[in-house]
């Protein structure tokens, strides 16, 4: 069933998703600096093309919440905003819920992403 839905979501925007995480992180690593930023964002992009399955664990500390600060103000709240919009359409109808849902838990780590670890869901 996860096959299903994670081919679904590509079709229905995770795409552009995960196209947003990887403009980010191409524009993170330009300079030298940046480049832990912008390889987070490349592993982020992952769950942007198949979230359902994963979740996300925080598990930062005082550094993770310094470069949580600079994202938030430079690139995170573009991502999150969109993801948050996107979630918003797809949860008027019925149907597209579980995939408002991916959106908002993406819109989530995009807020945050540093300290955060993608983890796969174990099913009993």
């Not at 600060?69 to 573009?78: K, M, N, Q, R, T």
């Not at 995939?99 to 908002?104: A, H, P, S, V």
Request: some cysteine; overall charge positive; proline content about 3%.
């Amino acid at each position: 069933m996860r096959i299903i839905l994670n081919i679904l979501w590509i079709i229905c925007g995770g795409l552009l998703s995960a196209l947003g995480w990887v403009a980010a992180g191409c524009l993170w690593c330009i300079t030298v600096v940046g480049i832990p930023v912008g390889v987070q964002c490349f592993k982020l992009a992952s769950i942007s093309l198949n979230p359902f399955g994963k979740e996300i664990v925080n598990d930062g500390g005082a550094g993770s919440f310094i470069l949580n600060v600079i994202w938030f103000i430079i690139s995170g709240w573009e991502l999150a905003l969109g993801n948050f919009l996107l979630g918003c359409i797809l949860c008027i109808t019925i149907v597209g819920i579980p995939w408002g849902k991916q959106y908002f838990k993406i819109a989530k780590v995009a807020l945050s992403p540093f300290g955060a670890r993608v983890v796969r869901e174990h099913v009993l």
